[in-house]
């Protein structure tokens, strides 16, 4: 499962306002950075084959099979603290990140 938090999910409602035609939110993870699994999350078109659904109050966050052991259980937010913006991720899957922040990694029978 994956769920927003009340921040994140307003940020998505917004979003899918501007942009009507989107299907909801893609999350997911892709290799890079130095510890080897990096957050990919965008405005889906549409779900694709083998996506899981994990609508909330209206809004559907879609994840890839290939992602969703990596993923799964995790919370995503949104945050403002003063003219930076972002969201996060509260994954319970972490078991490493690298020191600049961009990657992470899992208990190696997960990845």
Known sequence: M????????????????????KAGLRFGVRRTGCSGWGYHIEMADAAAPGDRDFAQDGVHVLVDADSLPLV???????????LNEQFVFRNPNVKGECGCGESFTTDAERA
């Open 2 to 21: 994956v769920t927003l938090a009340p921040a994140a999910l307003e940020r998505v409602r917004s979003y899918l306002v501007a942009e009507p035609d």
């Open 72 to 82: 799964d259980g995790t919370e995503i937010d949104f945050i403002k603290q003063g």
